[in-house]
């Protein structure tokens, strides 16, 4: 079984920076890919950042130049560091892992900017 747990999250104003960790335990033999993603009252859940092993890394058009996704594969932890909020940020952000033999999700952290 595989856990995320995620934290950073919290209100900050428009301008202002958040970092979100999450980290995997668990039975893992590898993770493949680490990602973020969103979702805000009465809209979908979205794609934010992932990192993929091998160093690729992808970010929704919203977000870039100001999130940056990194990873720490000794610790099986994910880092969003995010810059430059702005209140369309507003979201429950989570954190998602896939491996060969599992895809698992974080319960989320909440993350409020406001203007």
């Known amino acids: 079984q595989v856990q995320l747990v995620e934290s950073g999250g919290g209100l900050v104003q428009a301008g202002g920076s958040l970092r979100l960790s999450c980290v995997v335990s668990?039975?893992?033999?590898?993770?493949?890919?680490m990602a973020w993603y969103r979702q805000a009252p009465g809209k979908q859940r979205e794609l934010v950042a992932e990192?993929?092993?091998?160093?690729?890394?992808n970010y929704a058009d919203s977000v870039k130049g100001r999130f940056t996704i990194s990873r720490d594969n000794a610790r099986n932890t994910v880092y969003l560091q995010m810059n430059s909020l702005k209140p369309e940020d507003t979201a429950v952000y989570l954190c998602?892992?896939?491996?060969?033999?599992?895809?698992?999700w974080g319960q989320g952290t909440q993350v409020t900017v406001s203007s």
């Open positions: 668990g039975t893992i033999i590898k993770v493949s890919r």
């Open positions: 998602k892992a896939d491996g060969l033999t599992f895809s698992s």
């Open positions: 990192n993929i092993s091998g160093g690729n890394t």
